[in-house]
């Protein structure tokens, strides 16, 4: 019964910044993995990174591992990727994910291996 609501998106010169929310609802600390997932036009779906939301800790794509931060804020249930220095290459869709699963973030983890998804948020990046 988790329900995903993203947030955040828009338009953004290269080099800059850029926020995305996700609020989480109906998931228990204890067993939620959760994630970013992100996908273009002819593109396939590829898994940003994931944070297992009771303990804090994260793995992340080497794409992005020195740009982007995943963090959560358990007091008001929701998830934030912190995206710097972007370039033409970001601007995809984003996507909130979220499981019940411990095996969170031992290694990247298949689209597949995630239950519930959110809407999307479109993310573009002009040169």
């Known amino acids: 019964q988790v329900q995903l609501v993203e947030s955040g998106g828009g338009s953004v010169q290269a080099g800059g910044s850029l926020r995305l929310s996700c609020a989480a609802s109906?998931?228990?600390?204890?067993?939620?993995?959760m994630g970013w997932f992100r996908q273009g036009p002819g593109k396939e779906r590829e898994g940003v990174g994931n944070?297992?939301?009771?303990?804090?800790?994260?793995?992340?794509?080497?794409?992005?591992?020195?740009r982007f931060t995943i963090a959560r804020d358990n007091a008001k249930n929701t998830l934030y990727l912190q995206m710097n220095s972007l370039n033409p290459e970001d601007t995809v869709m984003y996507d909130c994910v979220a499981a019940h699963r411990y095996l969170c973030?031992?290694?990247?983890?298949?689209?597949?291996?995630?239950?519930?998804w959110g809407q999307g948020t479109q993310v573009t990046v002009s040169s």
């Open positions: 944070i297992y939301f009771a303990g804090g800790s994260t793995y992340y794509a080497d794409s992005v591992k020195s």
């Open positions: 109906g998931y228990t600390y204890s067993s939620v993995c």
């Open positions: 973030t031992i290694t990247r983890l298949a689209a597949s291996s995630f239950d519930y």
